[in-house]
């Protein structure tokens, strides 16, 4: 199967097979329109699949290799970015990027996790697992951002914070808790994205804000499917199942009030169209930054506090549902 094509979309894999074939023919009008025709099956193929994604099918979508992280939308949305290094306490950890830039000629600050696009860089990013200092490095960014008015844009995609010995002897428990705390506190607009994953406390250490957007096909939990299945049922092959229980879609996640509004995707996710995807974030976080910028400081403390004070408060509806 190609690599662009995940373990649901064999139908599409078959297509695209067709038009390597054809590519490497030579060059003819009519070997021009059968490509043409492949191309416009394979849009409506993505169509049809991607309208009744299962929650198992969302998470792989998420985690797909190309999906765009922040490197790619800064690239795009974004001019003079600076990056940040270091927590001034121990070293700089590079599962998390912090750095000043320009948004619509507006200074703003930006963190976001990084997973890294080929092997060596993956290693290098940890994966997006980020240890203690990258939560301390976000904060010290993000009280700097504070200093000098400048909002805050968040992009979350993280399985989650690192388990290691050495992220436990250096506090991550602590340095996700300070941040939920401080954060809550920031005196700064604060919209976060979630892009990709959204892992457990991995996610929640950079994600406090007045508005949390998240992709169409993105994930937010508490705990990967394949933890919460290895607990409850002691098998980890009853992940499909546990994605579901999990409600960690975006349409859930909306109902609950986790999250305050989706950003669409292209047809097939973010990964098939990343200059796409990116100009769908622009839309909603351009608008949103306005709204949250145009409130004076309490009330958008006070918003901010409320909104996370009544997550859990879920309505019998949503129960029902479950």
């Known amino acids: 199967m190609p690599a662009e094509t995940l373990e649901f979309e064999k139908p599409i894999a078959v297509l695209l097979k067709e038009i390597e074939a054809l590519e490497l023919l030579p ?9 043409e025709l492949l191309r416009q099956r ?25 999906r765009p992280g922040p490197e790619e939308f800064i690239a795009r949305l974004f001019t003079g970015f600076v990056e940040i290094h270091g927590d001034r306490r121990f070293a700089d950890d590079h599962a998390i990027m912090a750095g000043l830039a320009e948004y ?9 996790h ?8 993956k290693i290098y990013r940890n994966f997006g697992y980020a240890r203690p200092e990258g939560y301390r490095k976000a904060l010290r960014a993000m009280r700097l951002a504070e200093k000098f008015r400048r909002p805050i844009i ?7 914070a690192y388990p290691g010995i050495e992220s436990e002897e250096r506090g991550v428990a602590e340095a996700i808790a300070v941040n939920l705390r401080d954060m809550m506190l920031l005196d700064t607009p604060i919209v976060v994205i979630v892009s990709g994953e959204g892992g457990s406390g991995g996610a ?18 508490v705990i990967p499917p394949e933890g919460c299945a290895a607990i409850l049922w002691r098998d980890p092959a009853k992940k499909v199942e546990a994605a579901a ?21 292209p047809i097939g996710g973010a990964h098939t169209d990343p200059a796409a995807a990116a100009r769908m974030v ?36 949503f129960i029902d549902e479950g």
């Open 114 to 121: 990084v997973k890294g696009s080929d092997t060596k860089e």
């Open 245 to 265: 229980a999990l409600k960690l879609t975006a349409p859930d996640l909306l109902r609950a009030g986790i999250v305050d509004e989706i950003v669409p995707e």
């Open 42 to 66: 394979i849009e409506s193929a993505r169509a049809d699949l991607y309208r009744s994604l299962t929650p198992w099918q969302r998470v792989q979508v998420a985690r797909h290799p190309n």
């Open 154 to 160: 968040v992009f979350v995609d993280t399985p989650a």
């Open 27 to 35: 060059p003819t009008d009519a070997r021009q329109r059968q490509v």
């Open 282 to 317: 622009d839309d909603v976080l351009e608008r949103v930054l306005i709204e949250v910028s145009a409130l004076d400081s309490p009330a958008r403390l006070e918003q901010r506090y409320e909104k996370f004070r009544n997550m859990g408060r879920l309505g019998v509806e």
């Open 104 to 112: 619509r000629g507006r200074p703003v600050l930006l963190i976001g």
């Open 204 to 221: 929640l250490g950079i994600a406090i804000g007045d508005r949390v957007l998240m992709q169409e096909f993105a994930i937010y939990s």
